[in-house]
């Protein structure tokens, strides 16, 4: 079950109660007939809240259902990334299914990970090969000129519908995208996830990717092969310094919720690297301390950990690494797996864990770090009031900012 955004709570509006009604009927259709009855009717009223930017109706819609019914949620949100990221387009009579995708790049270095625009020969260069290796013959494709970095995604379903539309007219109309003037700072990490996004559009009931018109679900496994072997030189230039790992292009929820999963333990990995090259030391020196936070009003729930590093035996945390939960995996007894991603060491993970806990011992353990702790209790989500960096538990239990030593040179200031 994904999570909602966090809002106030009020009283549902008319158009809330309606989306609950139609997610409640979704989820208790006894057949499919009945289910897609019901998903057309909240297809129709969600495209019209997004078009008119009423992401606080849906949001309220979320938040009630996330606590009151975990099925109809799903269902609402199911419908609502659907509805935000892909769309049906007539064009000269031609009905066209269009789908915006996100192209996720797992990135780590010790300097900076690069994101902004991006020459329009390399856009041209990428959309030949996500059409040779990833795209049915025929599609339409249009491709944003930006390398993004998730603070300058959109923001809102609502922003996402609306880059959906209008990268689809550019799509159908063969037209280049602009590029959006005002793009957010970003933060710098040592390990990040960086997007491509574009919209690939077929006429309605056709494929949309090489596996689909093959019939063959085998062939996405190597249409990622090619395109981290074609596509990798390219984004490569774009990424000087870095170290890289390419996944596979697909829809833009779903791809984002990847990249965002699997760039955990090259986190800790590239920490650990960092800290001990920095500082000139073995990994068996470090220290870690494992911290779960929440919000106060989710009863215990565990939003994510937060693993701060010092030197052995000293107090002073030196760098924090945040590692989110995503859906159910603050249950630890639920069994997931982790991708293993063999061509590289620092994103080689365990295969099977329990948890996302187990996982995080196992990284620190395999990075060297003997020496770990973990709290008990569960921390509330407090950051800086000057700068908004999260605060990491010392050894003590007191939350307090991690900082490098004065005298350490000078890099990267901050950790994913």
Sequence with gaps: MRRPFKTATQKLSADSLRLNAFAQAIAQAASRLEERYWESQ????????????????IESSLDHLFKQESDAYDALMENVEAASESCIVELNGTSYDA???AMPILAWTR????????????VMTLSAHLHAHVLAPDTK????????????????????FALTQQMTQAALKDAPVKNSPHAAETAPFLADTRYLLAVVAAPA??????????????????ALSQWNTQAMPNIARLLPGCGIELLLPEAYFVACREGDRLIRPASIRAAVHYLTHTLTIEPDALQAVIGSFGEEEAEGRVDEYRI??????EPDILYGVVWPLYGQEDDDELQYRVVETPTDPLLSSVV?????IEEIFALLEECGVVHVKRHAELFSMEFCDDCGSPLFPDMEAELVHAEMPEDAPAGTAHLH
């Design 111 to 122: 300097f900076s990970i690069a994101s902004g625009p991006i020459p329009a020969d390399m």
């Design 141 to 160: 494709l249009a491709m944003a000129p930006t390398l993004f970095s998730i603070d300058q995604l959109p923001r809102t379903h609502a922003d996402t």
């Design 42 to 57: 909240l297809d129709v009223l969600l495209r019209k809240l997004l078009r008119n930017h009423h992401q606080d109706v």
């Design 352 to 356: 099977e864990r329990k948890s996302p």
């Design 99 to 101: 789908l915006l995708i």
């Design 205 to 222: 009931g056709e494929a949309l990717f090489r596996w689909q018109a093959s019939s063959n679900p085998t062939e996405r496994d190597e």
């Design 308 to 313: 701060g590093f010092s030197l052995s035996g």
